[in-house]
């Protein structure tokens, strides 16, 4: 019998193609829009669906596992797996993988110093000025900026991602400084990086921190309102990991009394609302949690999904396995 798949939301045709060329049946959920859970349970007792390709925005559980039991393998298009019950998952003997693409590194971390750039050179607002038509002509005092070369910039989380930023950092002229759970001798040698054993370490020295940690219990609110208070007032804070890692309430407050000088946000705390206040603040820099968006990312991303399930499919461990 001919292997079914669901697919929650559109993905790349790459790896579509891929699992159609195996001869699998592959339907695709054809909204645009973020599915409700009710609406993936209700599409996915349509059909004894075999495999399930979810995403980040999914909420994969017991209700889901329960609505298709035939699914033995449930791959997230996401290098992350925070939106995935593991533990129920394995309770059922069901195969969980994910897509941490290589290229997803690259492009977040150019994400992550595009945000650092603008917040440095103050590029939104002042593009902001522009389209409304205040700009006059030349002004020596407008949009005075920060200069990175020479600063310190923290990196909180040490992984692929991390490691990369750091990479980038040294064409910057920035030194790099980090905390993770072990030292990284790599990101040591390549870029120079100093490692330090607590986030307070890094807080507290950095000019410039970005957060690169995944979302588990231990890392939920890591930045609070303590944390906030002990970074320098001329700071930048970027995220592009998970938004939970920071109390968005805590950083509308620190924005607003100038605790730290601005932050760059591709991820929210209650995505995709924003909490109370923080749309309005000039000195945040907001974009749609589009940091891994580059063609190259999304294609592979794509690619290891359906390698995955043709492993699975054949008998063999997929290569991405996470329970």
């Given at each position: 019998m001919t292997k079914t798949i669901f697919v929650t939301r559109q993905i790349p045709e790459i790896g579509i193609k891929m699992l159609r060329d195996k001869g699998y049946t592959v339907d695709v959920r054809d909204k645009d829009s973020m599915p409700t859970q009710k609406e993936l349970i209700k599409a996915l007792k349509k059909k004894p669906y075999d495999a399930v390709v979810s995403l980040l925005t999914d909420t994969v559980d017991a209700k889901l596992f329960e609505a298709v039991s035939s699914a033995k393998i449930f791959v997230n298009y996401a290098s992350g797996y925070d939106n995935v019950d593991t533990i129920e998952a394995t309770k059922r003997g069901i195969i969980i993988a994910n897509a941490p693409?290589?290229?997803?590194?690259?492009?977040?971390?150019?994400?992550?110093f595009a945000l650092m750039l603008s917040l440095a050179a103050r590029i939104v607002e002042a593009d902001e000025f522009v389209r409304r038509g205040k700009y006059k002509g030349w002004e020596p005092m407008n949009f005075i900026g920060t200069d990175i070369l020479?600063?310190?910039?923290?990196?909180i989380g040490a992984g692929r991602i991390g490691s990369q930023v750091a990479h980038y950092a040294r064409g910057f002229g920035l030194k790099v400084i980090y905390t993770d759970l072990k030292r990284n001798d790599q990101i040591e040698k390549e870029s120079g990086a100093t490692f330090y054993a607590t986030p307070e370490?890094?807080?507290?020295?950095?000019?410039?921190?970005?957060l690169h940690v995944p979302l588990m219990d231990s890392t939920?609110?890591?930045i609070n309102a303590e944390r906030l208070a002990m970074m320098k007032k001329n700071a930048f804070l970027v995220n592009t990991a998970r938004g939970p890692i920071i109390d968005e309430v805590a950083l509308v407050e620190a924005l607003k009394n100038k605790t730290?000088?601005?932050?760059?946000?591709?991820?929210?705390?209650?995505?995709?609302?924003?909490?109370?206040?923080?749309?309005?603040?000039?000195n945040v820099i907001l974009t749609p949690?589009?940091?891994s968006a580059s063609d190259t990312a999304r294609n592979e991303m794509s690619?290891?999904?359906?390698?995955?399930?043709?492993?699975?499919?054949?008998?063999?461990?997929?290569?991405?396995?996470v329970n």
């Open positions: 693409a290589i290229s997803t590194s690259e492009a977040v971390a150019e994400h992550t020479g600063k310190t910039l923290g990196l370490e890094i807080l507290r020295q950095a000019d410039i921190v970005s939920k609110h890591l730290i000088a601005g932050a760059g946000l591709d991820v929210f705390e209650f995505e995709p609302k924003l909490v109370k206040g923080l749309m309005k603040l000039e949690h589009i940091a690619r290891l999904v359906a390698d995955n399930i043709i492993a699975f499919f054949e008998g063999k461990i997929p290569p991405n396995k």
